[in-house]
T-cell receptor, first 114, second 114 residues
Framework: AQSVTQLGSHVSVSEGALVLLRCNYS??????LFWYVQYPNQGLQLLLK??????LVKGINGFEAEFKKSETSFHLTKPSAHMSDAAEYFC????????????FGRGTSLIVHP | DSGVTQTPKHLITATGQRVTLRCSPRSGDLSVYWYQQSLDQGLQFLIQYYNGEERAKGNILERFSAQQFPDLHSELNLSSLELGDSALYFC?????????????FGSGTQLSVL
């Protein structure tokens, strides 16, 4: 069964520092990959997605993610954290085993210190 | 605003009771998904409907049921409620439930079973 692993339930950075949120999936076939963000008291919203083509995907709010097939990873990065980036981030995977349903990781809470 | 409307936002009830959660998808979206979010289980897929028909089923308990009506709104019915059913229930919609489709999430219904 496909699975999604997000390393670190909490990541803490200083404002202006690099943000790196890790996501690995278990599959021998490249799936469709997504990052969603959840701000307090809100639903999830899409940051970016990878389907095919360029392995470096740019999303909203300055975030980007790189698909690395050899590492089965899709890590999310942002060069410079802003206070407004504090939120819960979810990696999701779909397209394996005939399933169209996105499977979500457990989420990583990003904490940004002034 | 995602365009997905969930009501009510909060629901407090007692064990053994039955509740109904309602979701109106984004205009034009045919597919509706229900997810349960809890601290110990993360975001778990429950069930998906497409244009009134059940398309996929996830970790949905037998005490839970759902349907999608001709006007495409959906309801999730939870019966014989237990303390462990306390969670945030999200509805999401997409255009046609395809593999690489973006999901639009509502703000969720926070269910508290006392």
């Amino acid at each position: 069964a496909q699975s999604v692993t997000q390393l670190g339930s909490h990541v803490s950075v200083s404002e202006g520092a690099l943000v790196l949120l890790r996501c690995n999936y278990s599959s021998s076939v490249p799936p469709y990959l997504f990052w969603y963000v959840q701000y307090p008291n809100q639903g999830l919203q899409l940051l970016l997605k990878y389907t095919t083509g360029a392995t470096l995907v740019k999303g909203i709010n300055g975030f980007e993610a790189e698909f690395k097939k050899s590492e089965t990873s899709f890590h999310l990065t942002k060069p410079s954290a802003h206070m407004s980036d504090a939120a819960e981030y979810f990696c999701a995977v779909s397209g394996l085993g005939g399933s169209y349903i996105p499977t979500f990781g457990r989420g990583t809470s990003l904490i940004v210190h002034p | 605003d995602s365009g997905v409307t969930q009501t009510p936002k909060h629901l407090i009830t007692a064990t053994g009771q039955r509740v109904t959660l309602r979701c109106s998808p984004r205009s034009g979206d045919l597919s509706v998904y229900w997810y349960q979010q809890s601290l110990d289980q993360g975001l778990q897929f429950l069930i998906q409907y497409y244009n009134g028909e059940e398309r996929a089923k996830g970790n949905i308990l037998e005490r839970f049921s759902a349907q999608q009506f001709p006007d495409l709104h959906s309801e999730l019915n939870l019966s014989s409620l237990e303390l462990g059913d306390s969670a945030l229930y999200f509805c999401a919609s997409s255009v046609d439930g395809g593999l690489n489709e973006k999901l639009f999430f509502g703000s969720g219904t926070q269910l508290s079973v006392l």
